[in-house]
């Protein structure tokens, strides 16, 4: 494997010539981009394992997206598995639109297509992940990231930062922060938890706990002690992220 001589970040892929393969570092490891085919409109980047002799991810990109690349090459290197092999993932698809944070709520359930791949969408961009590894982004102008993820080792949370890292390159500026409740903590018995009681029981010896988190797609949350204040503190988080902008 030749030696990476460049860092991959700001590099520009669109001076790449016909058939030329260049190879970058990343803080997790080696990436080779290379113009696919003679006089082709795109170019196809493979992401090594972290032992870095495996691909664990081949990328497609057309000239719309050269300037996107990097950072999402990079964010792909970061979350590949230490090893790969010629396997599907072993994601779950309907675990990965759960645990994606750039999604709206799941209150309507997760529908998943006949081909067993699921989607979702969020302002300025949408998602699309299939059981084999491929894996499609879309913004609303009209640029595509697109790739297949290789190797058994790809579970739910890599998947997930996978796309996570596309959409958040994608989509508009309102779709940056987007938060979510979570649900209290609910009816609980204080001796499960090491606790003596307070004299504030139910019948049965149950307490109500109402701590809330809060979350939002930027990596923020907070734990609070209603629900009522976790959905404030998410809103607060809305406004200053965005300069005050409605919410």
């Known amino acids: 494997m030749p030696q990476a001589d460049a860092p991959l970040d700001g590099a520009g892929l ?25 006089y082709s409109d795109f170019i ?5 394992s972290g032992n870095g002799r495996d691909r664990a991810a081949l990328l497609t990109f057309h000239p719309g997206a050269y300037a996107l690349a990097p950072a999402w090459l990079a964010a792909i290197a970061e ?10 993932p072993s994601a779950a698809m309907s675990s990965v639109r759960l645990l994606a944070r750039m999604t709206p709520d799941h209150r309507n359930g997760i529908p998943r ?22 894996i499609e982004l879309r913004g609303t102008t009209g640029t595509e990231l697109t790739g297949l993820l290789e190797g058994c080792e790809w579970d739910h ?3 997930a930062a996978v796309a996570d890292a596309g959409l958040r390159l994608l989509c508009a500026p309102e779709a ?11 009816w ?4 499960d938890r090491g606790q003596l009681g307070e004299g504030r029981e139910r019948k049965g010896g149950y307490v109500y706990d109402g701590t809330t988190t809060a ?3 930027c990596g923020w949350n907070v734990t609070v002690a209603s629900q009522l204040g976790a959905r404030a503190m998410a809103k607060r988080h809305r406004q200053k992220a965005t300069g005050g902008a409605p919410v």
Do not use: M
């Not at 030329?20 to 003679?38: C, D, E, K, L, N």
């Not at 067993?116 to 992940?129: D, H, K």
């Open 14 to 38: 669109s001076t790449l010539v016909d058939r030329q393969q260049a190879w970058f570092t990343t803080a997790r490891g080696p990436v080779s981009v290379r113009r696919y085919a003679r």
């Open 44 to 48: 196809r980047a493979a992401v090594r």
């Open 79 to 88: 979350a590949s598995p230490e090893t790969a092999d010629h396997r599907r």
């Open 113 to 134: 297509q006949s081909d067993g791949s699921v989607g979702w969408s969020i302002p300025g961009a949408s998602a699309r992940v299939w059981p084999n590894g491929r």
């Open 157 to 159: 949370w890599k998947v």
């Open 176 to 186: 940056r922060h987007l938060t979510s409740t979570g649900q209290p903590s609910g």
């Open 188 to 191: 609980y018995r204080p001796s």
């Open 215 to 217: 979350r939002c797609s």
